[in-house]
């Protein structure tokens, strides 16, 4: 029957995290669509553009504080250096996260003067300090993961999210424009440092030490570049959009990407935040290890497929009826992002793949070339308007990552494989 047969699909460990992970995300969701109806309202497209801005500079700095790299070493590390690693992980974190600071209050001010708004700069550098806050968390979080107790990371996002955005849309309403985003996510950060330092017995070291650091660098430079250039696609579009077409069609296409890839983009998360510490727990045996790998990206894509489908087919009812009659002309923009998402996926779990078997490597140089093959796309399309932007993306994510996929599969798996029969 069907029930025993989706039996399998829905047990297991890491399922488990999915669903925790999945239900504050959930949550998330609900709490997002109340904060985003009210700025739908409450912001101008000049406001939107202004927040894209700002935002894209956040995420780029972000990078620079190897929070992915340094969190994926102490999931991946070997039982007998966790202890160091996690203590060597704390200072760099520290030192990378006080430069950042720095690097992005410097910014501040080209930056402002680039686009020629002199209201930017406050709230650059008020966003900045976040990532004061990280070190204060980021060691704990990465250990909980490792043991793979997703449920409190479930429960940071869903209270993160309930802050956040109870935050925004009380300053939204009293109308402080792009602050109410900024303070939001300043204001709702400290909530990881609580609730993990609750279920975490680690502590920060009295003393300094960078025991392994070589090893910590060598394993998240890679990453940390492959961050980058991510940052590079998610936020190129933006800038030249930004830059060529003006801050409000930058507005109307921010709503549009925010709006259509962020439900799906969010539930990809979901799954990956579990994936990683799931394979990576089998990774010496490779047939177990093969197994983990394409029954859980069977499971992302079962349900990344649906929610798309949906979303795109229901997009020209629901963004009208919910987001206001004004935003009707991001609908066919929205649409076709809502498309990438899909091979979106497949690009994120070889990555990830990729990372596990230490091959980082290896992805720093596909997502290279994705990046030029992107970037190029985005100039020849970005003349003829926002919406063929937006078909540049679509299509240089349907013709790149494809190709990756396969190649990622094949050498990860067959490679290894015809290498330890040769051995035997």
Known sequence: MLINKLKPLLSGQFIRNVSWLGTAELINRIFRLGTTITLSRMFSSQDYGAMAIIYTIFEFANVFTLRGGIGAKIIQADEQDIKTICNTSFWLNLILCGSVFCFQCAVAFPIAQFYNNQQLILPICALSVVYLIYPMYMVNAAIIERNNNLKVTAICNATQAFVGNAVTVILAVMGLGVWAIVLSMVLSTPVWVIIT?????????????????????????????????????????????????????????????????????????????????????????????????????????????????????????????????????????????????????FGWANALLLNAVDKTHINLRINFLFTMFFAATILFTVKWGIFWVAVGVVVSHALFIPVSAIWTYRYVFHNRINALSKVN
């Open 197 to 345: 330092w609750k279920n975490s017995s680690w502590r920060p070291p009295k003393s300094f030490s960078l025991d392994k650091w070589r090893e910590v660098m060598n394993f998240g430079k890679n990453i940390l570049a492959v961050e980058f250039l991510n940052r590079i696609r998610n936020n190129l579009d933006y800038l030249l959009v930004g830059k060529f077409l003006g801050t409000e069609q930058l507005g109307i296409y921010f709503f549009a990407f925010n709006a259509g890839s962020g439900i799906s983009m969010n539930v990809i998360n979901t799954f990956m935040s579990a994936l990683f510490p799931h394979i990576c727990a089998v990774r010496e045996n490779l047939a177990e290890f093969k197994a983990r790998y394409l029954s859980s990206l069977k499971k992302v894509m079962s349900i990344v497929l649906l929610i798309i489908m949906a979303q795109s087919i229901l997009a020209p009812i629901y963004v009208p009826a919910v987001f206001g009659q004004r935003w009707k002309v991001a609908v066919p923009i929205l649409m076709l992002i809502c498309l990438s998402v899909i091979p979106r996926a």
